[in-house]
């Protein structure tokens, strides 16, 4: 399945609004996005469809009717591979550039040494993007008109979900291959929850998640290999009322990873989901221990 092409984002992201927002939830989709601009793909020494192996796609799809449950929903229309947004804003390879990156910018983490900073340098399957060195002016106008607006939108989210019911959880959604949860007995997890091993979110939302999600027949592990990124870390303050749980779904279970076409299972999941949330919501009134929201 090719994507869709065009010149510039519009819009780059969309906040999907219930009529009312009824629960303190806020669900997010950094890296569903599927809109590829045509300057990228020009640049690029790979064809759309293996960008595309970057993409979690469709997983926007599977969460859509979380705002008939009373909450926001914000996705990404771009793609991964065009900008990370579950990394630092300036987690930056300097060998990718042609020019000098600012002095803030972190050049030395783990995911940048692996390709994968905010404006990565490999897709999913470890192939190289790019053909040549990119101008650094185009990495910080990526950071600049993507990454931040899409950053100061969710911190805002967030602030006002707070701000009505005293708490906030924000639930990012991402799917997973495969292959990467395959385990030596021939058994698979079909989801991944990571709360940054226990520090992003009350134990109480885990607790319910893994639940709902187990008692729909779904094999369920807790942040091995997915513990959270970016996102999960630096939006989750347990002590603040402000939890954040990541959730990987096995890809397996909705999509063909090599046709990328969705699978016959894909209703039955984004029902399960929708459900599994809507009993957690449930479940959860009331029960989250909370302070009032420090001043920022």
Known sequence: MRPAIVDEFDPPFTVTEPAVQTIPFVFNVPHAGAIYPASFLASSRLDAVALRRSEDAFVDELFAAVTELGAPLMTAHFPRAYLDLNREPYELDSRMFDGR????ANTRSMRVAGGLGTIPRIVADGQEIYRSRLPVDEA???????YKPYHRTLRNLVRRTAQLFGHAV??????????SVSREDGMKADIVLGDRYGTSCATLLIDLVEAALRGRGYAV???KPYAGGFITEHYGEPALGRHALQIEINRALYMDERTMQRKQGFDR????LTQAFSQVIGDI??????????AE
Request: some cysteine.
């Open 269 to 272: 999941l984004a029902s399960d």
């Open 140 to 146: 910080l106008h990526r950071i600049e008109w993507l």
């Open 101 to 104: 990156l600012p002095s803030f």
């Open 170 to 179: 924000l639930i990012d959604c991402h799917s997973m291959p495969a292959s």
């Open 285 to 294: 009134e009331g029960a989250l221990v909370t302070r009032p929201i420090a």
């Open 221 to 223: 592990v807790r942040n």
